[in-house]
Nanobody
Framework: QVQLVESGGGLVQPGGSLRLSCVAS???????????MDWYRQAPGKERELVGH???????NYADSVKGRFTISRDNAKNTLYLQMNSLKPEDTAVYYC?????????WGKGTLVTVSS
């Protein structure tokens, strides 16, 4: 089993930046099994949506709504996934979730709240 714990959320003004982190822990075998990792978000009253995706070799793709503003990265040595968010907008307000897959299993963190407001 893999546990994912997000951090870095908070209140930020429009135009500001935040960096989210997601640390994976568990047995060495479970950690080695992790393939792709993603960030999702869920705004109040809306369905959860994919924000960004990163493969084991660093390939990325993003939702159109965040392209050019958000950057996803991972440090495999630290078992950590990051999401750098710049030029934040009120519509980016949501709970952000970390997701990973490995050996056919899906792992989710409990989320971190990002609020963009003046």
């Amino acid at each position: 089993q893999v546990q994912l714990v997000e951090s870095g959320g908070g209140l930020v003004q429009p135009g500001g930046s935040l960096r989210l982190s997601c640390v994976a822990s568990g047995s060495a075998r479970a950690i080695r099994s992790i393939n792709n990792m993603d960030w999702y978000r869920q705004a109040p009253g809306k369905e959860r949506e994919l924000v960004g995706h990163i493969t084991t070799d660093g390939g990325t793709n993003y939702a159109d709504s965040v392209k050019g503003r958000f950057t996803i990265s991972r440090d495999n040595a630290k078992n950590t996934l990051y999401l750098q968010m710049n030029s934040l907008k009120p519509e980016d307000t949501a709970v952000y979730y970390c997701h990973a897959d490995g050996y056919g299993l899906d792992y989710w963190g409990k989320g971190t709240l990002v609020t963009v407001s003046s």
